[in-house]
Every structure is written in C-alpha cells, then in structure tokens.
C-alpha cells in the first residue's frame, strides 16, 4: 500500500486547507485510514480518523468542529478539510491507513502504513 498526501501550503490564520491522500497498491476501502501531525521539535500526534464504512469519525480535541475526514473509496482517496486554521495547526500532516485498528483512549492504533507528509504552515 502506498500513500500520497497532498495539498498543504501557506495560509493565514482563519483560512482553510483541503489535504488529500491517495491510496495506492490496494483498495481504499479495505483501510481505517488517519490523519497525523508532527510540529517542529514535537512528537508526531493524532489529528484525525475514519473507519472503514465512513460511518465513523474520530478527531483530537484541538480541531473538533474545524476539522472534516472525508473519503471517497470510488476514488481510493482520503480527505481531510481544515478550516479556521491557526497558527498552532503549522505541521507537517501525515496520512495513515491499517486494517487491524482499534480505538484507545480515542486514537487509533495499529496504522501500519504511513505516507510522506505535507507541510501546512498557518501565519498569523
């Protein structure tokens, strides 16, 4: 499987990024897929996830009501829309995706696959 994020850049605080990820080697839809983050000089953290249905969602608590995962398995691609950036979101965002997760303490474990990331840099 491999993974391959898209769509960071530069934007003010308040705008609004859409990050995409495309699966390839295997069908989107076999994947709980994710979204990470790592800040310069922090550990890479849980940003967002979605079940394998779609009929799931699952965010940290700093971006819920900002943040949207998305997926669109006709595609193999994974979404993650920001908005009302700030400038606390500036990370390099990493896609993820795995077939045996679970959800502990509101994260999932088990991502076994992990694409490049994008870097999303918010100026205030």
């Known amino acids: 499987v491999q993974l391959q994020a898209s769509g960071g850049g530069l934007v003010q605080a308040g705008g609004s990024l859409r990050l995409s990820c495309v699966v390839s080697g295997r069908t989107s839809s076999n994947y709980f897929m994710g979204w990470f983050r790592q800040a310069p000089g922090k550990e890479r953290a849980f940003v967002a996830a979605?079940?394998?249905?779609?009929?799931?969602?699952y965010y940290t608590d700093s971006v819920k009501g900002r943040f949207t995962i998305s997926r669109d398995d006709a595609e193999n691609t994974v979404y993650l829309q920001m908005n009302s950036l700030k400038p606390e979101d500036t990370a390099v965002y990493y896609c993820a995706a795995g077939q045996s997760v679970r959800i502990l303490e509101g994260v999932p474990r088990g991502m076994a696959y992990w694409g490049k990331g994008t870097l999303v840099t918010v100026s205030s």
């Open positions: 979605i079940n394998w249905s779609g009929g799931s969602t």
